[in-house]
Each structure stands twice: as structure tokens, then as C-alpha cells.
């Protein structure tokens, strides 16, 4: 508890058991995040609270140039029954996962007065590939923000606002480092209480693709916001005006 930076941080290693920790850090406490799971392989994290000060369950794999050279996926995790309450994210995925994030099961956590719910982001520079990723039964309740989020644009601003003087940016070209998130697969999501349900930025050289959202019931101020997403599914979703 009460740590300056991160918390918890498993870094390059494999074959992990995390059972039962409490992490406890003040609602402002910037980068006091609960628990960063960082290019690691095979990973089980279950049975936890987090209340923090930013994002609660994190998985990263480097960043930028040095992530991308260093090549360490975060891999083959699998985390349940965990409750966050304060954080900036219940579950997280970067900004930092330059080494790529793949095969990742999340199922039976509850996450009350969060910022945000499911976070997934990342920025131009990073590089990497975050696909094969299963979230299911999750029950999230009073979330500040969004109960569920892709921001591509994480500390920067989308490609079609314009600066001060009404240029728009130009879209770049797709190369090592355009960040890619594919293949994610959300269901069986109570939401009871929002500011949205869903809000998508994806960039446009490379949009979220794959993305399918189902059975899922949301209480939210708003609906579903998407800009550059390919393929995106939805099925059984009830969304409630709040």
C-alpha cells in the first residue's frame, strides 16, 4: 500500500500465482497503479482487491523503440474473480505494449466507482499488436467515465481535429511503430450506472478490428461512440438510458 509508483510489478517473468493480495493506494495518488503485469508469460491472477490511485490491473510489454526491441509479448494470462473500487481502470491493457499482448482471459471481476471499466490504449509511436483478448462476466457499478473504452489517442489528439490555425493532420503512413488492437471479444457485461457504455477511437491508418460486444446490459448517460473500427459485432446489447 501507499507506494509512490506502481505497486505490484512483475516484470520478464513466467509461471506466476497472484492470490489473494489487497492493494490499497489513495484515490490520488498519480501512477499508483495496484498491479502491472509486464511482458510476462503465464500469468494467474485471481481472488484480489484493488483500490488505487490509477489503473488498478495493468498489462504492459515495454515501450516504444526499447518494448519493440526487447520483443517480450505479455501472454497466456488469465485473471477472475478480482473486485477493484477506486483506479483509473478496472482492467487495462497499456499504453505501454510495445512488445505485443496476446491470449489473455479476463471472467468474474466487479469493478464499483471506477474512472473506467475495460481500458485499452495506446498511441502512435508505440508499435505492437494486442489480439486474442476474452473478457466475460463482469459487473461494474457507479462508473465515473466509460465502462468501456479503446483510446488510441492516449496523451495526444485524433488525426481529424484540427490545430488552431484548421490544419488537419496528416494520416501516417503504417509502419513498426502504429500500434494494432484485434481480435477482442467482450461478453455478459452489467453495467449499472456510466457515463457511456462504449467509446471507440481507433486510429485511421489503423483501426480497432474484430471487435465483437455481446450480452451485454449498460446504464449509461450515453450509448455507443465509435470512430475507425473494423468489423465491429454486436449482439444482444441493451443499453438504458440512465
Not at 9 to 30: A, D, F, G, R
Not at 104 to 131: A, Y
Request: charged share 20%.
Amino acid at each position: 500500500q501507499n507506494s509512490p509508483a506502481w505497486n505490484l510489478h512483475l516484470l520478464w517473468s513466467k509461471n506466476i500465482e497472484v492470490n489473494n493480495v489487497t492493494v490499497l493506494n489513495p484515490s490520488w495518488s498519480q501512477n499508483g497503479d495496484g498491479i502491472d503485469i509486464d511482458a510476462c508469460d503465464g500469468v494467474y491472477l485471481h481472488d484480489s482487491h484493488f483500490d488505487v490511485g490509477d489503473d488498478a490491473i495493468c498489462i504492459k510489454s515495454g515501450k516504444d523503440e526499447d518494448g519493440r526491441r526487447h520483443g517480450r509479448a505479455c501472454s497466456n494470462l488469465l485473471i477472475e474473480n478480482c473486485t477493484v473500487y477506486a483506479g483509473h481502470g478496472g482492467f487495462v491493457i497499456g499504453s505501454e505494449m510495445s512488445g505485443g499482448v496476446h491470449d489473455v482471459s479476463v471472467k468474474n471481476c466487479t469493478f464499483i466507482g471506477t474512472d473506467v471499466g475495460l481500458r485499452f490504449k495506446s498511441m502512435r509511436g508505440r508499435g505492437g499488436v494486442v489480439r486474442n483478448i476474452n473478457i466475460e462476466n463482469i459487473y461494474m457499478k457507479d462508473i465515473i467515465g466509460d465502462a468501456i473504452i479503446f483510446n488510441l489517442f492516449y496523451a495526444g489528439k485524433p488525426a481529424t481535429e484540427a490545430d488552431k490555425d484548421g490544419n488537419v493532420e496528416e494520416i501516417p503512413q503504417v509502419d513498426e511503430t502504429t500500434p494494432e488492437f484485434r481480435d477482442i471479444s467482450i461478453s455478459n457485461i452489467i453495467c449499472n450506472g456510466a457515463k457511456s457504455a462504449v467509446y471507440v477511437n481507433g486510429l485511421p491508418e489503423m483501426p480497432v478490428s474484430n471487435l465483437s460486444i455481446k450480452d451485454c446490459i449498460f446504464r449509461a448517460k450515453k450509448g455507443i461512440e465509435t470512430h475507425y473500427v473494423q468489423n465491429f459485432k454486436q449482439d444482444n446489447v441493451q443499453f438504458i438510458q440512465q
